[in-house]
């Protein structure tokens, strides 16, 4: 069990966007920045993953990505164009117009680095969030000490696509004026649509977990851009053989949502890259695997120094 530990939330201006975040740790500490997936918030960072971290001396920061939880929203922008289009276009490793990309949002990741006063963090990204990683550690490898990237992607062309049952979770519309429980039900549909047959949740788990996220935020509209971002912004391949950070990849056999096959394509990509794969992993971060997760951060972080 890990011990209480100093925790500051706030604001940090990335360019003209507000970033909603929460640290963890010692102010002095080294930090290590934690950059979460698509439509996902701060809090889906287990708070044992932070804690645990903290306690080992490091400034953890985990924070939202624009137009999802706390942070600015883009509202009124349209994301034009067929869905199907950009999905074909995507599995084709090519882009699309869209209003931003995965570089828009890494430079978010930079900004945000700038107003916390961070000269260079460890950075942990999962799923988007590990797209995002990439093309940081590419474009700005003095911020970065070490990556670890987690059920991600480079998004190169011909890696398998989400099993039909995860997609349908994830793009289900919610109900015209939904409800609380609503939304609850359908998160949790989602959670268990996405995680993997060897670390299940709980009923009671699953749902205390849905209702932080619906009574923080509800904002499908940031989903469908922040989507948008992860398909059009094209293949990663490129931006992966440019990180020069110690990396580790971790991915789970059993990612319904990323398959397999694109985090070894990650680990391929990085020079010198390791690779974990977690047997019976899904596409989520059940408490059971939390102090696996941590070990491999920590040991990503010793590698860098």
């Known amino acids: 069990m890990t011990t209480d530990v100093p925790t500051r939330s706030g604001f940090a201006e990335a360019g ?12 002095d500490g080294t930090p290590i920045l934690l950059i979460m997936g698509f439509g996902a918030q701060l809090t889906l960072w287990p708070h044992q993953l932070c804690t645990t971290l903290a306690t080992k001396g490091f400034r953890v920061i985990r924070f939202d ?3 999802i939880g706390l942070s600015t929203k883009l509202d009124g922008t349209r994301v034009e164009g067929a869905f199907l289009g ?8 090519r882009p699309s117009d869209v209003p931003y990309t995965l570089v828009d949002m890494a430079e978010d990741t930079r900004w945000l680095l700038d107003s916390l ?11 988007m969030g590990g797209m995002i990683t990439q093309v940081l550690a590419a474009r700005h490898p003095e911020r970065i000490h070490s990556a670890t990237i987690i059920f991600s992607s480079t998004n190169e062309p011909f890696l398998p696509p989400p099993t039909p049952t995860a997609l349908r979770a994830l793009l289900a519309p919610p109900p015209k004026n939904p409800t609380t429980e609503q939304l609850v039900e359908r998160s949790v549909r989602t959670f268990r649509a996405l995680s993997g047959p060897g670390y299940p949740r709980s009923e009671e788990e ?7 996220q619906v009574q923080r935020s509800h904002y499908p509209a940031g989903m469908v851009r922040q989507f948008a971002a992860v398909l059009g912004t094209g293949s990663l391949r490129d ?32 020079p010198g890259a390791r690779l ?6 899904g596409h989520d971060l059940p ?5 696996r997760i941590a070990g491999e951060i920590l040991a990503s972080t010793a590698r860098a120094s």
Not at 206 to 212: D, K, V
Not at 276 to 281: E, F, H, Q, S
């Open 16 to 27: 003209d966007l507000h970033l909603a975040f929460e640290e963890h740790g010692p102010a």
């Open 65 to 67: 990505n624009r137009d």
């Open 86 to 93: 950009r999905l074909l276009r995507s599995q084709l490793g």
């Open 117 to 127: 006063g961070i000269d260079r963090a460890h950075v942990v990204g999962a799923s």
């Open 206 to 212: 699953l749902r205390a977990l849905a209702l932080e």
């Open 239 to 270: 931006y992966a053989r440019a990180v020069t950070a110690p990396t580790t990849v971790i991915h789970g056999s059993a990612d319904p949502l990323v398959r397999p096959r694109s985090g070894r394509a990650v680990a391929r990509a990085i």
């Open 276 to 281: 974990t794969m977690i047997d019976g992993m």
């Open 287 to 291: 408490p059971a695997l939390v102090p």
